[in-house]
């Protein structure tokens, strides 16, 4: 997905406990093994100075699709860090929360993200709901939201909160009723946060654009 909509040049980097199956042109890094961090808390490890990456990084969870073009995610305010305004901004006018499905820094950004965490990192995982939450009890200035557009809940804002029922066939949860997107003329990204995952998802629109 990122090779059909990215123009600029750039490494992928997929960091993994798990390379089976890659891709061999994509690049693998190890994930450090840190007795206590697992899943999502391991997006600290981003602003680590000494990650061994140079320059301005993107991350992307793996639970989202990609369907436009996303130069403007690295030519967007270049050199300041930039995170999605939590879903939640849906339901609460001004909400003020992070979403860490999609976020961008310089090597070395923010540092105290990753060094406080580290150093206290049993306590916080055990306060807070999430690493996002971790980033906006850290960050209190210096960042930016990307514009709402841009990247949109696939189920809250793209398909309007279709009820959900369990999926027998598939494990988890899934719309009642495939449908079809609402697309805004900015958006590129889609995020799947909570049910149903993209390559469980019973729309014919998500099947032909997440691959």
Not at 48 to 74: R, S, Y
Not at 84 to 106: C, P, Q
Not at 180 to 209: L, M, R
Request: with cysteine; glycine share 6%; proline share 6%.
């Amino acid at each position: 997905m990122v090779q059909r909509n990215l123009t600029l040049n750039y490494r992928f980097i997929c960091f993994t406990e798990d390379t089976t199956g890659i891709n061999p042109q994509i690049e693998t890094r190890p994930l450090p093994v840190t007795q206590g961090i697992k899943g999502w808390w391991y997006k600290p490890m981003f602003y680590n100075p000494e990650l061994g990456l140079n320059g301005t990084i993107l991350f992307l969870d793996l639970d989202l699709v990609i369907f436009e073009n996303i130069d403007k995610l690295f030519e967007y305010k270049p050199g300041e860090f930039c995170i999605i305004r939590d879903f939640n901004r849906m339901r609460h006018a001004g909400f003020d929360k992070f979403n860490s499905s999609v976020f961008r820094l310089e090597t070395g950004q923010h540092s105290h993200v990753y060094s406080n965490f580290m150093a206290n990192h049993n306590m916080i995982c055990k306060r807070y709901q999430g690493d996002q939450d971790w980033m906006r009890h850290s960050i209190k200035d210096g960042f930016n939201y990307w514009p709402d557009e841009w990247i949109q809940s696939y189920k809250w804002e793209m398909r309007d909160n279709p009820k959900l029922v369990l999926d027998r066939k598939k494990g988890g949860r899934n719309f009642e009723k495939p449908g079809q997107p609402k697309i805004k003329p900015d958006t590129s990204i889609a995020v799947f946060h909570g049910d149903p995952n993209p390559h469980k998802c019973a729309d014919y629109w998500v099947a032909e654009n997440w691959r």
